[in-house]
């Protein structure tokens, strides 16, 4: 009976050491899980940081699309405005070639 009592002692004693083993292993997981937690955050801060970079360069873009857009809009006013000054200038010219032509030929004819 005794040796009973000692091998039950021996494999509690063997028990104990595997659940320390166990619970020092559990502890080393739960380090890893909270370092694991700190570099995702550390990730996800990251990322945020770099959307924020993206959402500014495209507030850039646009607002040089808006000002290119602009320029485009004020060049084409001008090109219409200076085609239609030269078509005055051209009609103009035209008149008075047509009124030289008349006199020309009321004089000469």
Known sequence: MEKKMDTMLEMIKGLTTEVTGLKSGIGNVNTEMNDLKLDMKDLKSDMNRRFDEVDKRFEQVDKRFDTLELKVDNLTSE?????????????????????????????DG
């Open 79 to 107: 090109s219409k405005s200076y085609f239609k000054r030269l078509e005055a200038r051209s009609d103009t010219h035209e008149f008075v070639i047509q009124k030289l032509s008349y006199k020309a030929n009321v004089h």
